[in-house]
């Protein structure tokens, strides 16, 4: 599997608010659906222009990285309305109370699936006009939190997160990728993996032996780049590190972040993916 070749040039459009997620509509009429959890961590908002690249199929799923290409969004949420506040359980029904429309049932299905106790905040959102239509967006836990306190039922509006990423990437997001070598291109490497969030380790390929410490940034990593220039001498080492550890190992040129992003998916998606 070769990632991001069937399909291969990317989908740009607008970014569309959804009472969960959102769409991006291409110019030739096609719709992708963006996950809640993306639309919070790129922080996006209603009119961004993303690009999306087809990865494969994970089960039923298309699966996308996500860019944000260009922030063009002005703070708003289209004809989103969301309440942030405590859900309640009365008669047989979930629901949260909002000032604008009273108490909102909320779907049982959408309630087991995030396993909701009595209490717990979550934000619900509609389009607006239609509460019958909400939609649970998000249960927050306590490292989760709104960053502004909001009252009960009161509506909730929407704010950039302080930390963003630009690219999401389903397959390094919260992985640790150790890249080896590159010393020149260091921080070339670490933003294209950075802005995926993803973590980033790196150890010089000038050093004389490769010691304990690669040793132990590999068994940290979920992946590692071998970058082959000016290290020949030290790849021998660090692949039988890498077997010896079970971590998938990819090479890349100095000059190929973008290459080895490729790769590393590649190494990590595995088998899980079908084009």
């Known amino acids: 599997m070769v990632i991001g070749e069937s399909e291969s040039s990317a989908h740009c459009g607008s970014f569309a608010r959804l009472p969960r997620g959102g769409t991006i509509r291409t110019e030739s009429g096609k719709e992708i659906f ?8 790129l922080g996006l908002e209603e009119g961004d222009i993303l690009s999306a690249v087809f990865l494969g199929r994970m089960g039923d799923s298309d699966l996308y990285e996500f860019t944000v290409e260009e922030r063009r969004g002005q703070g708003s949420s289209g004809q989103r309305v969301s309440v942030v506040g405590p859900v309640l359980f009365h008669g047989g029904e979930w629901m949260i109370y909002s000032d604008d429309e009273g108490l909102i049932t909320l779907r049982a299905g959408e309630a087991r699936a995030m396993r909701l106790r ?20 998000w249960k927050y836990e306590e490292t989760d939190l ?16 302080r930390v963003m990423l630009d690219v999401a990437d389903p397959i390094l997001s919260n992985r640790t990728v150790l890249v080896v ?4 291109y260091k921080e070339a490497f670490k933003k294209m993996f950075e802005r995926r969030g993803a973590g980033f380790l790196w150890e010089s390929g000038f050093q004389g032996g490769p010691g304990k410490t690669v040793e132990s940034k590999v068994r940290r990593a979920d992946v590692v780049v071998i970058v082959t220039e000016m290290m020949s001498h030290r790849m021998p080492a660090v692949e039988v590190m890498c077997l010896k550890n079970r971590k998938p190992f990819v090479y890349a040129p100095s000059k190929g972040a973008s290459g080895a992003v490729r790769q590393c998916q590649e190494a990590l998606a595995g088998n899980t993916l079908k084009r």
């Open 34 to 41: 963006i996950p809640e959890v993306w639309v919070r961590r």
């Open 118 to 137: 009595e209490g717990d905040l979550v934000e619900v959102a509609y389009l607006r006009g239609e509460p019958s239509g909400a939609r649970i967006a």
């Open 146 to 161: 709104p960053e502004q306190t909001t009252f009960p039922g009161r509506p909730k509006t929407e704010s950039r997160e």
């Open 181 to 184: 070598g590159a010393d020149l």
